[in-house]
């Protein structure tokens, strides 16, 4: 079993920065491919970021690229995500997981995920 909790999330304006770390406790999860997911209000979750266990390679959604960065501590257990220049259409609930795989060509499936964090809240004000 791989216990995750995400923290970081909060209120913040359009334009503004936030950095969500992961910390995983439990069986390991640096061998394994790790994600960020959300979910607003009225939608299904959806795929955000993932890097592979070593971190030589990451993934993003196409509506993030150029302003999120993930990146991974093996040796602390935490996954991070640095959010840059925040929209007020990345209001949601913001997920960590563990995949079941070590590929990143995996990554952007949610039922190759078999551990998730309760979620933080991100809300980016106009």
């Known amino acids: 079993q791989v216990q995750l909790v995400e923290s970081g999330g909060g209120l913040v304006q359009a334009g503004d920065s936030l950095r969500l770390s992961c910390a995983a406790s439990?069986?390991?999860?640096?061998?394994?491919?790790m994600g960020w997911f959300r979910q607003a209000p009225g939608k299904e979750r959806e795929f955000v970021a993932a890097?592979?266990?070593?971190?030589?390679?990451?993934d993003y959604a196409d509506s993030v690229k150029g302003r999120f960065t993930i990146s991974r501590d093996n040796a602390k257990n935490t996954l991070y995500l640095q959010m840059n220049s925040l929209k007020p259409e990345d209001t949601a609930i913001y997920y960590c997981?563990?995949?079941?795989?070590?590929?990143?060509?995996?990554?952007?499936?949610?039922?190759?995920?078999?551990?998730w964090g309760q979620g933080t809240q991100v809300t980016v004000s106009s």
């Open positions: 997981a563990v995949s079941r795989w070590p590929y990143i060509s995996k990554a952007r499936e949610q039922v190759e995920y078999n551990y």
């Open positions: 439990g069986r390991t999860a640096s061998s394994y491919v």
């Open positions: 890097i592979m266990w070593s971190g030589a390679s990451t």
